[in-house]
Structures are given as C-alpha cells and as structure tokens.
C-alpha cells in the first residue's frame, strides 16, 4: 500500500491524495466519496480502502463536487422584504417552521433580503444560479407579469403571494374569515363603535381583512362607514404614529368601544400609543390584532388575536418546495385549477378584550407625547 502523505500543512485533503493512499484514481475516490458517476464497477474491497484513507486523512467531502455530482446542492432559499429597524415578528415565526423542516429533511437554508418585490424582481433570476435548488417567496407583491421572468430551471413557492403567480404553488391562510370571526367577538361582547387599524389598501392581504371586518358588521347589522378605517400598516411604528395622529384629531369625542388591528405589531404600535395618552387596554377600550407572534404573547396585556399557524405554514413550504425540485417537470397544477394551500386560522383569547365599560371615555385632550 501507498505510504500515506500529509496533504500539506494548513490544506485539506483532496480526492487525489485519497486516491494516491488508496491506490485507485481519484476519478474512483470520488465515485465512493462524492457519488459521482463511472463506467468501471467499484469492487466493494476497494470501496473500503477508499473510505479508509478517506478516514485517515479526514477528507471532506466537496459540496460543490458533490453538488455537480447529483444536481443537488441540498440548499433552499428564502427571499423577502425585510426592511426596517423593527424584529420582524412574522417572518421569524415562518422561519421557525422553515428551519424545522429543512434540518429534519437535511437541507441548508440561505435567506436572501430585498429592497423591494417591484424593483428587485429582477435581482430573483441572480439568485437561482445554481446555489440553491428552489426558492421559498415570502408575501410576495409580484405581478404576474414580472413573475413571467422568474427562471424555468428553479422551483418556487410562496407564502402568501400578492396574486396567483404562474407555475408557483401559494401557501396562505383563511384571513377573510379570521377578520371575521374577530370582530363578531368583539361584538358578541357588546362592542358597536369598532375601528379597524388597515394595511396598505390594494394588497390582497389587508383587503381580505377589511372585508372581514365589514361581513361581521353587516351580520350584526351595525352600520359601516370608511370613518371606521384607519390607515396604518403592517408594522408597529408606523402605527403608532397613525393611532398618535387618530387620537389627536378626535380629542374630546367618544373613544371607540374596540380597535381590530391589521396585525400584531399594528397592535402593539396602537398600544403604545393609547398608553401615552393615559388610555387602558381592556379598561377604556379593547383590542384584538391577527397572527398571533411572539408580540401577541408578550404585551401587557397579552393581545386577543387571530392566530395564523405561521410555522405550520413554513413547514408545508420546504415540503412542498422538496417535492416540486424532486419533479421539477411536473406542472404545478392542470391549467385552471387552484395552485393554492389555505390553512384555517383559530381566534386566541387573551386579556386585551374585555365587554365595553358602562361610561364610555371620551379621547384625551391633553397634547400625545411625541417620542
């Protein structure tokens, strides 16, 4: 047998230093090692001298050879818009799930940060180069027409995509029917004046809630009018400014009896605010936000809100993400029927909500601190 070499100091051993200690080439070592193709048989003796020397030497099997050798390169990805400051609350509850599944189906995942859906379309054909196998899209707001330009060689699914996108399967939840059920609560209680804190208007998301929020008024036959809608968005800064500028513009009136927020950290934004105006959740008035994150649990009070499964949801991404890079050639779905998983949501009773007091507050007068 060969005597054996030191690769070099500092170098990691390479497939033709375990092919000189075996004895073999290392065309050979890397059909053992890197299960690359051959036309000669390996016998199983030599097959175990290979694996000894690969053993002795501590070789490392290369995951761009192994990659080259099974088209796979084990890695998925995940790609969003994650700007701002704040934790994102939701995206960490899907990642959660995400990481879940793709450590018990051995998989690496690489997250990708955009600036925007509408701007970095493009910037999705750089990042399916060949570094990972399929691409998980987190609330993406692509149009169909640039999601025409999303390359044919990578599989994608998203997480409660914009609109239907060509070829991709979308995972969302029941959200039409969660705004529902939240403010039918809110009812059932007794409250009558309930204002909805919105996300951006012409997104399907804060759109399925409205109309929610309207179905359950409409059920109770309460009156709606858009006085009732309060724009804000999804994340709690922006939230707290627009509760800051609601409560400035209606010092003097009667509060409301509730306020649904668009999602948790809308919630929590509202909440601060109504805290710098001296305002008490349940006590003046009660507040009920949707997803159900780590926010939702950890305000004082802990929020009533509408849970989404969101790591069930991630979950069921890399499975379904696994089992279209499997069968790539397969289509997504037989044209015109749904490409899409909705997954039912649950309402989580905490303490933010509470029945409307007997004297209705009026809105502070007193000037909101500015912070």
């Known amino acids: 047998m060969p005597k054996l070499k030191r690769s070099g100091s500092g170098r990691a051993a390479t497939l033709a230093d375990v092919g000189r200690a075996a004895g073999v080439s290392a065309m050979a070592a890397s059909a053992v090692l890197n299960g690359a193709r051959t036309s000669s048989r390996i016998a199983p003796e030599t097959r175990e001298r290979i694996l000894a020397a690969a053993a002795r030497l501590n070789y490392r099997p290369n995951a761009a050879a192994r990659a080259l050798a099974n088209r796979r390169m084990q890695t998925i990805g995940v790609a969003g818009v994650f700007a701002g400051g704040e934790l994102n609350y939701y995206f960490l509850e899907l990642l959660n799930g995400i990481l879940a599944a793709a450590d018990q189906h051995e998989q690496n995942v690489t997250v990708f940060s955009l600036h925007d859906w509408g701007g970095d379309a493009a910037r999705l054909q750089g990042l399916c180069d060949g570094r990972i196998d399929g691409l998980i899209l987190v609330a993406p707001t692509l149009t169909r027409l640039a999601a025409r330009h999303l390359p044919d060689h990578t599989p994608f699914v998203a997480l409660h995509a914009n609109c239907a996108l060509p070829d991709v399967v979308n995972i969302e939840s029941d959200e039409e029917h969660g705004a529902y059920e939240a403010v039918r609560h809110l009812i059932a209680l007794g409250h009558r004046h309930i204002l909805h804190l919105h996300g951006i208007r012409g997104l399907v998301g804060p759109e399925r809630?409205?109309?929610?929020?309207?179905?359950?008024?409409?059920g109770a036959r309460l009156p709606?009018?858009?006085?009732?809608?309060?724009?804000?968005n999804f994340d709690r800064q922006n939230t707290r400014a627009a509760m800051r500028d609601w409560l400035g513009?209606?010092?003097?009136?009667?509060l409301p009896h509730a306020i649904f927020a668009a999602n948790d950290d809308a919630a929590v934004g509202c909440l601060e605010a109504l805290a710098e105006a001296g305002l008490r959740v349940p006590d003046d008035l009660s507040l009920i936000g949707f997803d159900d994150t780590l926010a939702a649990r950890t305000t004082v009070p802990q929020l009533t809100t509408v849970r989404q499964?969101?790591?069930?949801?991630?979950?069921?991404?890399v499975e379904v993400l696994l089992d279209r890079i499997q069968h790539r050639d397969a289509p997504v779905a037989a044209e015109g029927t749904d490409s899409t998983i909705v997954f039912p949501v649950d309402l989580v009773l905490r303490a933010s909500v509470a029945p409307p007091p007997v004297i209705q507050r009026l809105v502070p007068v007193a000037r909101i601190a500015r912070t």
């Not at 809630?209 to 409409?218: C, D, N, T």
């Open 209 to 218: 809630r409205i109309q929610g929020f309207k179905r359950a008024l409409a």
């Open 224 to 232: 709606f009018d858009e006085s009732l809608l309060v724009p804000a």
């Open 309 to 317: 499964p969101l790591p069930a949801m991630g979950r069921r991404a």
């Open 249 to 254: 513009r209606h010092a003097g009136e009667p």
